[in-house]
């Protein structure tokens, strides 16, 4: 009530201040704004200590490229997690000071919320942001998830395999050359990890926002 009025008071009559809104809505985000980057901080740790230890597991007969392996998948993977967190923090600013949605469900939810006749500002205010706050922790959430398995899916396919070859030239012999071609094979077996997928896609959707 105390932000709806303080905002009407350069308000028209009977018309609902969208920095009322706004400010509701970004005080919400702000509450819930450290799990996306609690997730991004946990699923990349996830995500690094698979692709070690897949790739040790093939340098189980080469163990003097184990160090150059962990730390070609280190650099990567941290380069790739900075990007990532970076684009979290652009996603949640967004959703503090933008109201936009062009999903029907929103209306839908607000006439479900509202059902009859004329309500009070307050009231109607809260069933707007209740609708609207269902359609941001979705778009989160879907955001999230397919911005996830695409990072996953360039990092197996383009980005470890260059780092791998840059970190085994700088200390390769001649004889390691056939074992590096091996390793780099290995990669190609991450890309078929569909448990690794699968697992990640799962604890995207059980994210608790």
Not at 30 to 38: L, T
Not at 71 to 97: C, G, S, T
Not at 137 to 162: S, T, W, Y
Request: with cysteine; glycine share 2%; net charge positive.
């Amino acid at each position: 009530m105390k932000v709806l009025e303080d905002t009407k008071r350069t308000g028209l009559p009977n018309f609902l201040p969208r920095s009322a809104f706004l400010v509701l809505l970004q005080k919400k985000t702000e509450v819930i704004s450290f799990a996306p980057f609690d997730f991004v901080e946990k699923m990349w740790n996830y995500v690094e200590r698979v692709v070690i230890s897949v790739l040790l597991r093939h340098c189980e007969n080469c163990p003097q490229l184990s160090p150059s392996t962990r730390r070609a998948v280190e650099n990567v993977v941290a380069d790739v997690k900075k990007r990532f967190v970076d684009w979290v923090a652009d996603l949640v600013e967004m959703e503090k000071i933008t109201d936009y949605t062009c999903d029907p469900a929103y209306v839908d939810l607000w006439n479900k919320y509202i059902q009859a006749g004329k309500v009070k500002e307050a009231f109607d205010l809260r069933m707007r942001l209740a609708a609207y706050w269902k359609i941001v922790l979705k778009r989160l959430v879907d955001c999230m998830a397919l911005h996830m398995v695409f990072g996953i899916q360039k990092l197996l396919n383009k980005e470890m395999e260059g780092e791998i070859g840059l970190e085994m030239m700088m200390e390769e012999f001649p004889s390691v050359a056939e074992k590096r071609k091996k390793l780099n094979s290995s990669i190609k077996l991450l890309r078929e990890l569909k448990e690794v997928v699968s697992t990640i896609i799962d604890q995207v959707s059980t994210i608790r926002l």
